[in-house]
């Protein structure tokens, strides 16, 4: 047995295992509930941060209010990238959101602060049984939330218990010791600990459990507050890599992220050594537990703090964070093919959000792409010019490569379990996309039939061009309100487009007839027939297409 306070060499295997397994259930619970919070309010959080961050204080606001709600700023942070990669918010705007994340996620360790380690146990059971029972979305997702907090407090229990022995391991001690004084080599340890975490949330709460088992020694807000300032910056390697692979504008937005927190943590930890009395004040204000010292509190507050003041600080200088950030990042995007998707975001706890909003943008681009196809083939039927069938082939093959890579996507996101929108959102994509690239085939085929013509000197009769080339137009009228009508259905209700496609269809029918008729009467030759029949057909496949695509709207 182990006489009290005598020193150790080494962590006792039982507490080492205690103390990672109080780690392990620590993050577990912040990623279920973080998880079962955007779960239930994904798309509401993304619709939120779209519409409600025009200006840089709506949007520090808004970032504060989601960080606090769903518990992670690398969530909210990555949904930043990802919106600003999608084109779905501005790089200006984005300066308000990142910092917002950063004071949202201060309430975590408020949270954490309350101590209620004694119900922890029956919180996580009470949400693990009603599970079984409330299988209903938005129950399930609710009690899933439950369930993360429960655990939470647990393997904050845990930690806390087993790291009472650090107190008597003599390296740990010493290592302790040489953080106390020395603020740049705590700030680089706290680096390395929430880039290891990957969650400055998490960061936070394994400070507050070793000050209240005694593990950071007589000291524990001299030195975790320096800790902290450097955990601040360890979380930022988040968003830098979600960057990766992104516009130039997603790159800014990490490197704002970055900037952000670097500037904080030199200007917080200069003004601590010249105001060292702030620390005092800090742990007046956090009141005691049981007769000592509110460890879990002051760490708390101090974090709060530091936060708030280093938003303060920095939120009037966010031009100058954009101009140093385009310094660092120079140039625009160059686009040398279509054949890159432009998606940030993916498994990541946060990033689902994120990923649905990209792959919104991306089927958008097809659409794009598509319609550019039809208005060339349209051009190339009705005012023939040179070089005007260039590019309609690649713009056909980047469809097809557009809705192999989306198709792999969705499945991947998919599989991180998402809100009834965005699992909606996802599967009407899952449709569209397919619709997109069969409309690119027929706009191909018809693209095809033009240039045969060209090459065989071939031409439609007058009465055929008066047939196809106002039908073109109408088809081209319905692919355009049929995506709108996906969009917003209110705004371009399906009924007409309904009635429309079948209006198509009927012309296709008499438009066959008539050519039946000029054929039997020697007004046109069969080659050129046939190629004005497939014409037809490819039409009015296009329009089947369009209906499809506004039908998946009503979804």
């Not at 840089?56 to 808004?62: I, S, T």
């Not at 998490?202 to 088992?213: F, K, P």
């Not at 065989?456 to 009228?477: C, N």
């Amino acid at each position: 047995m182990l006489l009290e306070n005598a020193p150790l060499a080494h962590i006792p295997l039982a507490n080492l295992l205690g103390i990672i397994g109080g780690i392990a259930i620590f993050l577990f619970g912040i990623k279920i509930m973080g998880n079962g919070i955007e779960r239930l309010a994904g798309a509401k959080l993304k619709s939120i941060l779209e519409k409600l961050t025009k200006n840089r204080f709506l949007g520090l606001l808004v970032g504060t209010v989601i960080t606090g709600i769903i518990q992670s700023s690398n969530a909210v942070s990555v949904m930043t990238v990802g919106f600003v990669n999608a084109g779905l918010m501005p790089l200006e705007n984005a300066v308000g959101v990142i910092m917002g994340a950063n004071v949202g996620t201060t309430i975590t360790g408020q949270l954490i602060a309350f101590n209620i380690d004694a119900y922890a146990p029956i919180i996580a059971f009470v949400g693990v049984m009603l599970m079984t029972f409330l299988k209903k979305r938005p129950w399930s997702d609710i009690l899933y939330a439950l369930t993360g907090l429960g655990l939470l407090f647990m393997g904050m229990t845990l930690m806390k218990d087993h790291m009472k022995v650090l107190a008597q391991v003599e390296w740990f001690t010493n290592l302790i010791r040489s953080l106390d004084g020395a603020p740049i080599l705590a700030v680089l340890v706290g680096m390395v600990m929430t880039m290891a975490l990957q969650s400055v949330s998490a960061s936070v709460g394994v400070l507050q459990a070793m000050a209240m088992s005694g593990a950071l020694g007589t000291n524990p807000l001299g030195i975790a507050v320096y800790l902290i300032c450097g955990q601040n910056i360890g979380c930022t390697t988040v968003s830098v890599l979600a960057s990766i692979g992104g516009t130039k504008d997603a790159k800014r937005t990490a490197c704002i992220h970055v900037l952000f927190n670097v500037f904080a943590c030199i200007i917080c930890v200069i003004l601590l050594q010249i105001f060292p009395g702030v620390l005092d004040f800090i742990a007046r204000i956090s009141g005691t537990v049981n007769g000592g010292p509110n460890y879990a509190q002051q760490l708390a507050n101090a974090n709060t703090f530091l936060k708030i003041a280093a938003t303060v600080l920095m939120f009037p200088l966010s031009s100058l964070l954009i101009k140093l950030s385009r310094l660092i990042i120079r140039g625009e995007d160059k686009f040398e093919g279509r054949r890159l998707l432009h998606i940030v975001g993916g498994k990541d706890f946060g990033s689902s959000v994120t990923a649905v909003a990209s792959v919104e943008k991306e089927t958008e681009r097809m659409y794009g792409i598509a319609l550019e196809n039809l208005k060339k083939v349209y051009a190339a039927l009705t005012a023939p010019r040179k070089n005007d069938l260039d590019g309609i082939s690649e713009n056909e093959e980047t469809l097809d490569w557009l809705n192999s890579e989306i198709s792999k996507y969705l499945v991947e996101i998919n599989r991180n379990g998402l809100g009834e929108a965005d699992a909606r959102s996802v599967d009407r994509m899952h449709h569209v996309i397919v619709d997109y690239e069969r409309i690119g085939d027929h706009a191909n085929n018809i693209a095809g039939y033009v240039q045969h013509m060209r090459e065989r000197k071939l031409s439609f009769s007058d009465a055929a061009m008066d047939e196809i080339a106002p039908l073109f137009l109408k088809v081209l009228t319905i692919v355009e309100d049929a995506h709108t009508c996906m969009e917003n259905p209110k705004a371009m209700p399906l009924p007409g487009i309904a009635e429309r496609e079948q209006e198509v269809d009927d012309l296709v029918d008499l438009y066959e007839n008539n050519h039946i008729k000029r054929l039997s009467e020697g007004k046109c030759s069969a080659e050129i027939g046939m190629l004005y029949v497939e014409a037809l057909t490819d039409l009015e496949r296009i329009s089947d297409h369009a209906l499809n695509i506004a039908e998946a709207g009503q979804n």
